[in-house]
């Protein structure tokens, strides 16, 4: 079939070692389609991209690579874009260094909704893990689709909340930095399989390509790109998030960041990005408004209020604060008895206000 050869021609010059994007940009420009590409003399394409290149060009097919994609994109659900599909991201065309093939598992429809990346520290605190599932569902409720990266903490979280928001609202996308056939980090396996279903698994890598550390910034390129904008949930100053609000900047995306605790090194990228221009987001409407012309689905408000808690538990909560506090520090501030704050920790703890921490200290969670 001439669409499969036209494939196997996309995939092969995808596959020619040292012709990257770029490179590949340029020879489309110059010669036409990747079967005009091969079919140039190796003087022509000498005078294009030098005499190496040139033979790389015009040796063997790595037939064992295109056929295992061949197979791949054959499945359900496998998809693979190319630079003169119309289903290729449109928004990576704006980006200036768009991807010569994009892989897909799930629904590539999704790959052209309007999006927003959620992206965060790894080691995530458990009040970031619960801000970046509730800002997710609550954006997604709008009719946005969640863009990540499929690590653990902030980005899982954000993809949990996505999912939560049910198959009618906007999805989630997992951008990696392995082959679509590849799930990293395992533990995610079971979320990756989730997204699968409901949205949208990308990578920009051949099939069978590992986790390696050079990857990442790429996908972070492909994660912001897809995006009208970032937010930051949480980040440390050295995070790769703060890479991925750059590259946002850099493609004209919008950049926004929750702030934190003056304490906490997990807020501390998010206030860097603040000072520097990043727009403070307090809640999803503040995010929603700043997208221009996305017309959202207004956000639905909680149905009831929560049941009044006991004085005393009320007075706790307002001496622990929002940072995270040991207990003999919460017992001078409240006068309360050790026995008597610890009970009451348990029962927040329970009820899911409050969690622990490590070296005995405890944070609220809403």
Not at 95 to 112: I, K, Q, S, W
Not at 220 to 227: D, T, V
Not at 278 to 297: C, I, P, W, Y
Request: glycine letters at 10%; hydrophobic letters at 45%; proline letters at 5%.
């Amino acid at each position: 079939m001439r669409v499969e050869a036209d494939l196997a021609d996309w995939l092969r010059l995808s596959l020619v070692p040292g012709v990257g994007d770029e490179t590949a940009r340029e020879l489309l420009s110059r010669f036409g389609l990747p079967q005009q590409i091969f079919a140039s003399s190796h003087t022509a394409l000498s005078a294009a991209v030098g005499r190496k290149l040139a033979s790389s060009l015009l040796a063997e097919l790595p037939e064992e690579q295109i056929r295992r994609a061949l197979e791949w994109v054959a499945q359900d659900r496998h998809h693979i874009f190319t630079l003169a599909d119309p289903g290729y991201p449109q928004a990576l065309l704006r980006t200036g260094d768009p991807p010569l093939l994009v892989y897909a598992v799930g629904r590539g429809e999704l790959l052209n909704a309007p999006a927003l990346a959620i992206v965060g520290s790894r080691s995530a605190t458990p009040q970031g893990i619960a801000n970046a599932e509730q800002f997710a569902r609550s954006f997604a409720e709008a009719g946005l689709t969640i863009v990540s990266g499929l690590a653990l903490g902030i980005d899982a979280a954000a993809h949990r909340g996505a999912l939560a928001a049910g198959l009618h609202n906007g999805s989630t996308i997992a951008v990696i930095g392995t082959g679509a056939d590849i799930v990293y980090p395992s533990r995610n396996r079971d979320l990756e399989r989730a997204i699968v279903q409901s949205g949208t698994i990308v990578s920009a890598y051949p099939l069978g390509t590992p986790a390696i550390a050079t990857n990442f910034p790429r996908r972070n390129r492909l994660i912001s790109g897809l995006a009208r904008g970032v937010l930051v949930v949480e980040a440390a100053l050295q995070s790769g998030s703060l890479i991925t609000a750059r590259l946002a900047g850099e493609q004209g995306r919008e950049v926004f960041a929750i702030p934190g605790s003056i304490h906490s090194p997990h807020s501390k990228g998010c206030h860097r990005l603040i000072k520097q221009g990043a727009k403070l987001v307090e809640s999803a409407q503040d995010v929603l408004e700043e997208l221009g012309n996305f017309t959202a689905r207004p956000i639905a408000l909680a149905a009831a209020n929560p049941a009044p808690r006991d004085a005393e538990v009320e007075m706790l909560l307002q001496n622990l604060g929002f940072d995270p506090c040991d207990i003999d520090s919460l017992c001078e501030r409240s006068g309360l008895t050790i026995d008597r704050v610890c009970a009451m920790l348990l029962q927040l703890e329970l009820e899911g206000s409050v969690t622990s921490l490590a070296g005995g200290r405890y944070q609220r969670v809403s």
